[in-house]
């Protein structure tokens, strides 16, 4: 209670900087300090369990892409889960732009201004414009980056294939990004997820389609998948035009008037969302990096790879998801400036991801063999996959609390250090180590495909540490947090 008394003395002090703020913090804080964890958790749940469920029909959608790709050949797989390792991290940094819609609208909702959020989306939408045109053009011309490796000919092209026909599907899938995240900011978490649970047997079809030669077409194998994919994100797109004529959508004022680009709103839009957007395309990066010099190892240690980071995925998604669920409820209490009740949130998911991962690594462990089998029947990879798997279990606690930590720093607006954070820990210390270790440089053994993993776990152990430590010091600091909103100032 001192801290609580001490902080509503602070925002007395400084009226110019936070106008009428104390009272409200004060009432606020003392409603939320007799919250038990269940009361807490609550909201996140509600508006998570959606979220868990759509993340979860998105990564059984690559799944289906990868094992339907395995079960055609190994070098589809190969080839798939190369075009993967390309395409999604740049899918995420061109996108990641606008994901800052969903903490800014999550904002404005708490504090009663849903009118204001239709402005951010139409100004969001010409950023759609821009990034979909330099994701495209990135695709398509992909065939350039997979020949500077000296990758299995046939997987690169493979790749290289797959990549030019999803890119047929960028523009509507970055539009349909765009309006979910102000549908999720705006607590609206179920059409996102009943798009995505529509979508993925739609996909298992269109992949026997293609993969196979069915109904009149080509046989295209793993290059079946980019081609099924782009009518995938063609038809999420036409479903979420759908969801945003229902009320919730119309009353953000999207549809008052058109509007020409705005170079103030695209700026603080892209100044907040920039950082998010380098933050998951630098964890992202890192996968594509290992993956892309675990190919010139060879195709059975790229296969298992694959596999094994899929699997990893999966575990990943329900984490994520509540991280995201938890971004959107903090931003909400900051908008509604409760900023005990943010503080206790974010600490109160931290326990949820602590448990979780204990309870991931167990299954991982004990039931290893039996996921692996689901991809593929080849010994040698499965062998070299289930080995992978351990270090997967083991990095669980860091991997999954690092997870909610970052997104629950996303709901203060706090965007700019986790992104250094993340650049440090993955890039000049997890990837180096992680090379190091499968090369046998500087004097260590060659541990081969599985050094890369022990630098991820390492790199991962960090971020959550550090990353925590930011949260800890931002949540605490209520005068911060109103200046990060920048509601206290009109």
Known sequence: MRGEIRKTVQLRSKPDRIRGLSRTVQITSMNSTSKSFIALIRPVAILGWPMVLTQLFIMATGFV????????????????????????????????????????????RGAHRLGEVGHQLRQ?????????????????NSGFLLSLGSIDEQTAFIASEY????????????????????SEGLGHTIPPMLIAGGMLPVNAFLNYAFIYGKFGLPEMGGIGCGYATAIHFWLELLLMLIVIRRPFFIATNLYSKFEWPDVSTIGAIAR????????????MAVFAVIAFLIANIGVTEMAAHSIAGNLNWMTYVIPMA?????????????GEQDFLGAQKTAYAVFKFSIVYAIAVSALLIGFRYQLVSLYTTDEAVIGIAVVILLFIALYQLADDTQAVIVSSLRGYKDTKVPMIISMLSYWFLGLPLGHSLASGLFGFPEFGVFGYWIGLSVGLAVVAVFAGLRLRRISGDWQRVSKLSGLSAT
């Open 163 to 182: 990549l030019k026909a999803a890119a047929w599907g960028v523009p509507p899938v970055v539009l349909y990004i765009c309006f979910r995240q102000v």
């Open 124 to 140: 969001g939408l010409w950023i759609c414009l821009a990034t979909s045109t330099i994701m495209t053009i990135l695709l398509v």
């Open 272 to 283: 907040l969302g920039t950082p998010i957007a380098l933050t998951i395309f630098l964890e």
């Open 65 to 108: 892409d990868t094992a339907m790709a395995g079960h055609y050949s190994t070098t589809d797989l190969a080839g798939v889960s190369l075009a993967s390792s390309i395409m999604w991290p740049i899918f995420f940094l061109l996108t990641g732009i606008t994901t800052a819609l969903q903490p800014i609208t999550s904002q404005l």
């Open 322 to 334: 509540i991280g995201s669920a938890a971004s959107i409820r903090i931003g909400f209490l900051v």
